[in-house]
């Protein structure tokens, strides 16, 4: 029999919101606009406070990768980490049929972070290493990657899963400390399931949803269901910055944990966030959800992870439920985990407050003083919990995507873009200052449903960001079509960097496409790079993948598939190689906030313009959890090998 947890439920019931955790009992009630759980965590101002320390991230490994890029070729890549000191180089070593390792390159490698071997055996296992050299000093190699022997010429790694049911969401995170991503995927069963793996595919724990996941309405889902339309209720990272993932996911009655111990509470409506060991997916600690609109029903949840103090991170949390009348009651919330209690930071109510709401959540600093701020298409949440700006004044109303980048480097600051569902003032898209909310162009039409954002440089000509719906591809700076013909432009679902150079790639309906700026052709017909149907992938929601993320090799991004027995992870990583060099998007602040967050699935973007004519983008102020930090200058210790592929 499994273990029960049993919640207070005579005194949770009494209450309109409990003890944040076990040992937390000093959580604020959600009242008026925002309130804060202690003063100490919320002494910011609307600017936030200042900032005396760099992020606490990931303490990352090499995340090498090796993929047979042609009938003789393997494409090797590796991170280079935020914190590598300027003039790192690498050697890369090649051990065939698990022999001895042999050095590959004649001279330390100081360019991109890959290298092409046209030597190896492929009739034989090839494992691959890379070693830094500082100083002219060679360091501790990486742990290693083995190719397969006889492995087949395809841009993938491939993941073993167990047999289950259809996966809609993947999420990474290093869940046991050795420096590498693990996988956490969910199972869109009844009902609901969540599970674990290393990043070599060895399954580690499951949690059983309950009964309360089995209402999967994508609207008013159950109180445990996950995944559902816009909703995701899960996410995964270091919150106590111990050098090891957890996973938060908002639960209630029913739930079961990783270790087979049960959540019990009288009442299916109440609702709790709960932070998951991620070496076992046992119960670390829990918060209750505040029960102001708990009349209405049980609340949908999207999380993600922004740094509202500038230095560790919090769980944020943007969660809706429908009303008798048919409108929607929104919350949001922070919560801190410092690896004993999880503790309530704040709640913002929007009540009658004119703040549109959309279908992506994003964190990132918008103003540039070192703290997050929480995102939504139509308004701006301060990290103590205030509203910052609100944009329905302007106009903006719901709509279902919205970028947040540096879109124009020789603009100060980061810019906004958005497209709208129905607004009945005829506006289809708009560009904005992420600082401050003020709209610099807007594109009117007749009132329509503009389904679908995109915001990337993917035309080198001009510089900046090019933005687009469906109303033809604009250059954002300049607000001026790139091409005059406005049913030439791509179609505007997902980006990624793949091919090695700085202009973005596109990835629409399971193709990984290039749109020509010289030749351009019209959807459906542009130049193809991948099709993931070929070796075996299957699209998740929206036609997409069930994750993109720069999650092995270099600065290139990957895009997680399974196939159609959901029993692998199909990876695609780039079989290209690069000159460039820049460090892994996952040491980036705003880039690994965007990892975390699912909703409506959107392209992540960096803090600084990744494009054609980008300059060096800064060293990121971060410090390496779980005993890593800024005087760190060589590579991550060597790491146990291991075998995928």
């Known amino acids: 029999m499994p273990l029960t947890i049993v919640a207070v439920v005579a005194v949770c019931a009494a209450m309109a919101v409990g003890p944040a955790s076990p040992t937390s009992p000093g959580a604020s009630t959600a009242t008026g606009t925002a309130t804060s759980a202690a003063a100490a965590t919320t002494a910011a101002t609307a600017d936030g406070p200042a900032v005396k320390a760099g992020r606490v991230m990931e303490n990352l490994g090499r995340g ?7 009938n003789t070729q393997v494409l090797v890549s590796w991170r280079l980490l935020g914190l590598d000191p300027e003039g790192i180089g ?75 049911g259809p996966v809609k969401f993947v999420w990474v995170g290093d869940l046991d400390g050795d420096g590498e991503y693990d996988y956490v995927v969910d199972r869109q069963t009844s009902p609901q399931k969540l599970e674990a793996y290393s990043n070599d595919g060895d399954f580690l724990w499951e ?3 309950g009964p309360n996941s089995q209402n999967q309405d994508n609207i008013e889902p159950g109180s445990s269901a996950v995944d559902l339309g816009h909703w995701d209720g899960v996410t995964v990272y270091d919150f106590d910055s111990d050098g090891r993932a957890e996973v938060a996911v908002r639960i209630a009655d029913g739930v079961r944990f990783g270790d087979g111990t049960t959540w019990t509470h009288a009442d299916d409506s109440r609702q709790f966030m709960a932070v998951l060991d991620g070496r076992t997916g046992a119960l670390r600690n829990w918060s209750a959800v505040p029960t102001t609109y708990l009349g209405d029903g049980p609340m949908a949840a999207r999380l993600g992870v922004a740094y509202l103090n500038g230095t560790t991170p919090s769980l944020v949390a943007y969660m809706k439920n429908r009303r008798a009348d048919g409108a929607f009651n929104l919350m949001m919330g922070a919560w801190k ?51 910052r700006y609100s944009m329905g004044a302007n106009g903006i109303i719901h709509g279902d ?11 100060p600051g980061l810019e906004g873009y958005g497209v709208q569902q129905d607004n009945p003032s005829g506006l289809l898209e708009y560009y904005y200052d992420a600082a401050n909310g003020s709209v610099i162009w807007r594109h009117n ?11 990337g ?48 790639e596109l990835l629409n309906s399971g193709k990984i496409e290039k749109w020509d700026p010289q030749n351009p052709t019209s959807t459906g017909s542009l130049p193809r790079l991948v099709s993931t149907w070929n070796h075996g992938a ?94 760190v200058t060589t590579g991550a210790p060597a790491r146990p090998a291991d075998s995928r592929g």
């Open 337 to 387: 985990f410092d690896g004993d209690s999880l503790d309530r930071q704040w709640t913002w109510e929007r009540g009658s407050q004119n703040a549109p709401d959309g279908h992506n959540t994003r964190a990132i600093d918008v103003n540039g003083d070192g703290t997050d701020e929480v995102a939504e298409i139509g308004f701006v949440l301060n990290g103590n919990g205030s509203l």
């Open 207 to 209: 949690v059983d949803l």
């Open 90 to 164: 690498f050697n890369v070593y090649r051990s065939t049929g698990g022999g001895a390792y042999a050095k590959l390159n004649a001279s330390v490698l100081t360019g991109g972070t890959n290298y092409q071997d046209s030597t190896a055996d492929l009739t034989r296992s090839n494992s691959y290493r890379v070693a830094p050299v500082v100083g002219g000093q060679e360091q501790a190699p990486s742990g290693a990657f083995t190719l397969t022997a006889n492995h087949a010429t395809e841009p993938v790694v491939r993941v073993p899963l167990r047999s289950g």
């Open 445 to 455: 039409g007749g009132p329509a449903d503009v389904g679908r954002g995109m915001a």
């Open 538 to 631: 299957v699209t998740a929601a929206q036609g997409g993948p069930t994750l993109v993320g720069d999650i092995l090799g270099d600065w290139r991004e990957e895009a997680v598939y399974t196939n159609a027995s959901h029993n692998e992870l199909i990876i695609f990583s780039t079989n290209q190689p690069t000159n460039t060099r820049l460090y892994t998007l996952a040491h980036n602040p705003a880039y690994r906030n965007a990892m975390t967050f699912k909703g409506y699935m959107q392209s992540h973007h960096p803090d600084y313009f990744l494009g054609a004519g980008m300059a060096k983008p800064p060293r990121p102020n971060i410090t390496y959890a779980g005993g890593g930090s800024a005087a």
């Open 457 to 504: 440089d993917v035309d080198p000509r001009v510089p900046g960001m090019e933005v687009w719906s469906f109303s033809g591809l604009y250059n954002a700076p300049t607000n001026r079509l790139t091409e005059p013909n406005t049913s030439l432009r791509p179609w505007p679902q997902l980006g990624l960097w793949w091919d090695g150079d700085l202009t973005m």
């Open 64 to 70: 090498v990768v090796a993929v047979r890029s042609s």
């Open 401 to 411: 995507r919205f970028h947040l980048a540096d879109m124009d480097p020789s603009r």
